[in-house]
Structure formats: structure tokens, C-alpha cells
């Protein structure tokens, strides 16, 4: 089945040590999304891709990076995860259509990340 | 600023009827999404307005209106597995979609 994947779904850090949190998918999307969200929170997007065109939200931190290699991957790395970073991260992907209206997100399982 | 405002938490009965209501301001309009999320999983898609009026899907029917900047979702014959937060969202002339925080609903027997 055509779908979402993260990796891993559970990862525990130390304060300062680096992390990358992985997004593969099988659907061809052209666009891919990452969030962050915390419990009773809004998702907050992080970073999208337009195809390979990186967009960086305004008031995402310097401490969060994102690549994407090819079509199918998408990587977040977190520099130096402080206590504030513990939260679900989502990765998301959609399809853009010409008039890019309408286009539903599509959600992979999301990685909880615990920072010790 | 852009804001999406939805009620916290509801409760309802099985087998009953619950309106969760969505009112926005936001830089521009581009359709409005429903998501359902369950406790430590992904949000999934529910339905998308764009016109006013309502769009129907099996139990579940959602209400447009844009000129009030305000929507709802209709769950219907509630089921115990219906227990999940309800996300809404709007995406702006930027084609960004602007979240919610949404709403718990908590079914009882």
C-alpha cells in the first residue's frame, strides 16, 4: 500500500546530542511537510519542500535542519535538542495540483522524541 | 495574525450527535480541512470545503460558511471509536495550512 513511513517511532536523546528523524513514502507526492507538535497543540510546521524549493517557516530555530535527497526522503536533524524539542514530530506529504487548492495532507505515524 | 478557534473539549453519548464548531481569520481562503487524530497518532484526513454548504460523508458532514469565517463537523450514530481529537484547519492565499488545536471529544456509553 501506498503510504507514509517514519522512522523511528520512538527516539530518546540526551540534552545536546544531535538527532535526524527519517520520512520515506510511496506516494509519488511532490510536496513533503514537517511538523512538530505537542500534546493539545496545534501542529506547527517546520519545513516544506515544493519539489526539491526547501521553504523554512519564519520562527522555525536554527537548530532544526531539513533534507531531502530525492522524491521519496525527507530528513530532520535537530542539532542540539533541548527539553523544549520533546514532542511528536509528523511528516507529511501531499500532491500539488495545478491550481493547488484542495490537496489533503497525508500523515505519517510521527516520531516521539523524549529528550533526557 | 491568523487565528483558528475551536472548543477545547466536548463530551457526548454513544449513539448520539455532536456539532464541533471551527470560526477563522485567516490571510486569504483556500478551503478548510477536517482531520481526526487519536491519542499518539497521525492526523487523517476527513473532508475539505471550499464552497459554502454542507458535504456530506457516511456519518460524518461538514458546513462551510465564508462569509462568517465559520464551520462545523457533524458526527452522527456516535461511536465509541469516534473518541479523538478533531483538527481544523484552513489553508491561506499562501496555500499554508493554518491548524487549530482541536478539539478532544469524548464519548460516553
Known amino acids: 500500500d501506498a503510504m507514509v513511513i517514519q522512522n523511528p517511532r520512538y527516539q530518546v536523546t540526551q540534552f545536546g546530542k544531535p538527532v535526524t528523524l527519517s520520512c520515506s513514502q510511496t506516494l509519488n507526492h511532490n510536496v513533503m511537510y514537517w511538523y512538530q507538535q505537542k500534546s493539545s497543540q496545534a501542529p506547527k510546521l517546520l519545513f516544506h519542500y515544493y519539489d526539491k524549493d526547501f521553504n523554512n517557516e519564519a520562527d522555525t530555530p536554527d537548530n532544526f535542519q531539513s533534507r531531502r535527497p530525492n522524491t521519496s526522503f525527507c530528513f530532520l536533524d535537530i542539532r542540539s535538542p533541548g527539553l523544549g524539542d520533546a514532542a511528536m514530530y509528523l511528516c507529511a506529504t501531499s500532491r500539488e495540483s495545478v491550481d493547488r487548492v484542495g490537496n489533503e495532507q497525508f500523515f505519517g505515524p510521527g516520531t516521539r522524541l523524549t529528550v533526557l | 495574525g491568523q487565528n483558528i478557534d475551536q472548543p477545547t473539549e466536548m463530551t457526548a453519548t454513544e449513539g448520539a450527535i455532536v456539532q464541533i464548531n471551527c470560526t477563522y481569520q485567516?490571510?486569504?481562503?483556500?478551503?478548510l480541512f477536517w482531520y481526526q487524530q487519536h491519542a499518539g497518532e497521525a492526523p487523517t484526513f476527513l473532508s475539505y470545503n471550499v464552497l459554502d454548504g454542507l458535504e456530506e460523508k457516511g456519518r460524518f458532514s461538514s458546513f462551510l460558511s465564508r462569509s462568517k469565517g465559520y464551520s462545523y463537523l457533524l458526527l452522527k450514530e456516535l461511536q465509541m471509536k469516534d473518541s479523538a481529537s478533531y483538527l481544523c484547519?484552513?489553508?491561506?492565499?499562501?496555500?499554508?495550512?493554518?491548524w487549530g488545536a482541536g478539539t478532544k471529544l469524548i464519548i460516553k456509553p
Open positions: 485567516t490571510s486569504g481562503f483556500n478551503g
Open positions: 484547519a484552513v489553508m491561506d492565499s499562501n496555500y499554508q495550512l493554518i
